[in-house]
């Protein structure tokens, strides 16, 4: 009887011993996290609306949906005859402002959606600092409207105009969930990548993935996707966002990467 609990002994060390191992040689922070804003010196409109240019060109990877016209609605050229989103974000909602209608959009993108377009928006909050966030928000305000964002919203003032904000929130952070059809929603995947032959063909199909592509691969991908590039979608390079790595857990990037290569 001792050698069989024995070997049972054993044998779930080795298995946790494995995982164990598995979880330390999976890179997280393959991909730089943008960098705060400077909050020193005079935060004049200018200085925003230059920085939040840049995030949204660049580390807030706005520019993958928003601009085609297809998965969500244009940003900086008119959308449905309305003008671009400086000149309709204040009446997209009634008695909101377009500062708080914005800062809403981007933190909890699914409480209002734009007719004709589905929730695949995350929380902006998972890759971008709070400073970040207004500093788009100033941006989308240029774009053919009056920048009403100031250094006290920057430096921890109003919250889309009422209330506190001291830092970024809990949704900052990882999520729970480690549901694989979740994580791929939540992160925004299936607005790129067809699954189950649907979906804009933005990124490589899921569909038969891992036939194509072994795990370490798939992972590389997702932790680094400016390293190698899909044949035929080299017009898309650089609209996958580069901060997988800090937005996924260990757990939730092998969960992925262990589904995907399961589509064969």
């Known amino acids: 009887m001792w050698q069989t609990n024995l070997k049972v002994i054993m044998l779930g060390a080795l298995v946790i011993g494995f995982y164990t191992y598995v979880a330390h040689i999976i890179p997280q922070l393959q991909s730089e996290v943008p960098a705060p ?3 020193s010196g005079d935060l004049s409109p200018e200085v925003l609306v230059a920085a939040g ?9 706005c520019t993958a949906c928003h601009g085609l016209g297809t998965r969500a609605p244009n940003i900086r050229s008119d959308h449905a005859g309305e003008g671009s989103i400086g000149q309709r974000c204040g009446s997209r909602k009634p008695g909101m402002d377009c500062k708080s209608y914005l800062y ?7 409480v209002h959606l734009v007719d004709g377009f589905t929730a695949i928006m995350p929380d902006a909050r998972r890759q971008l600092s709070d400073d970040q966030i207004w500093a788009i928000v100033a ?15 920057v430096g921890g003032g109003t919250q889309a105009g009422t209330t506190q904000q001291t830092g970024p929130p809990a949704a900052a952070s990882f999520s729970a969930s480690t549901d694989p059809t979740e994580l791929l ?7 790129c990548h067809p699954m189950d032959g649907a979906g804009p063909p933005i990124g490589p199909s899921f569909d038969g993935m891992g036939s194509r592509l072994s795990a370490d691969r798939i992972r590389r991908g997702i932790l680094d996707p400016g390293a190698e590039v899909a044949e035929g979608f080299e017009q898309f390079a650089g609209i996958m966002p580069p901060t997988f790595g800090q937005s996924l857990s260990a757990q939730q990037l092998e969960i992925i990467v262990q589904v995907l290569a399961g589509r064969r």
Do not use: I, K, R
């Not at 929603?185 to 607005?191: E, F, H, P, R, S």
């Open 37 to 39: 804003l400077d909050l």
């Open 185 to 191: 929603t939540q992160n925004a995947c299936l607005g």
């Open 53 to 61: 240019d840049a995030l949204f060109s660049g580390a807030g990877a």
């Open 104 to 110: 809403e959009s981007l933190t909890d993108p699914s």
């Open 139 to 153: 941006y989308l305000q240029s774009l053919g409207g009056e920048v009403t964002v100031t250094a006290a919203d």
